[in-house]
């Protein structure tokens, strides 16, 4: 991807992302993680390569949760499966499924100022959930909540992953997210962004919070961050 004032954001890219996959992205700032994001949703045309996905089924997940605030919670979660036409009853049951997944059931008639950060990403998530879909892209979704928060919704995620087995690819400065969540983690480089390391992960789900405290979490940890570091050179 090169850019109309010369920047040449990313190069040489390539990877694949199963169903059943959780990939995550790590790079330096400025990387392209979220401009591949963006080529993948379809917000950006590459400016040479091929991508293959299907856009028409995607679940996007911003670093805001963008949730309109002169609707409830439930009116918000609503909101994809209604701009498709989905029946109203059906779309309601989708709903509420999706808001008992995310655990914020009994929030269902707040406004979004009303809520915490953590739970205003909750309903996000929830609100992509209720179209289904087999692709779910995150663009750092909670850089901007506190270290409790933020473990919280990881573990929330990691669940959903397992419960709809969809093909996730998530971008993140954060190698302990990274590797808490991931099925396979890639390490790109200082731009123009290549792929310059991939690690499976080994860790069977569910997850439990205390991995995070395992000698060979932290082991992996410090071998992405490695690679890491040489990324910036």
Known sequence: MVFPDGTEAVRDVSFRVDRDEFVTIVGPSGCGKSTLLKIASGLLDPTSGHVAIDRDHVGYVFQDATLLPWRTVRQ???LLAELRDVPR????RRAQEAIDLVGISGFEDHYPK???????????LARSLTLKPPVFLFDEPFGAVDEITR?????????LF????????????????AVFMSTRVIVMSARPGRVVAEFEIPFDYPRPAE??????FA???GEISRELRGGHR
């Not at 009303?114 to 996000?124: E, I, P, V, Y």
């Not at 419960?163 to 971008?171: K, N, P, Q, S, V």
């Open 151 to 159: 473990e919280h919704l990881n573990d929330q995620t990691q669940l």
């Open 89 to 92: 009853a059906e779309r309601r």
């Open 114 to 124: 009303s809520l915490s950060g953590g739970m205003r990403m909750r309903a996000s």
């Open 76 to 78: 918000n979660v609503e």
């Open 211 to 216: 991995l995070r405290f395992d000698p060979a």
């Open 219 to 221: 082991t992996l940890s």
């Open 162 to 177: 397992r419960a709809e087995r969809f093909a996730g690819l998530f971008i993140t400065h954060s190698i302990g997210e």
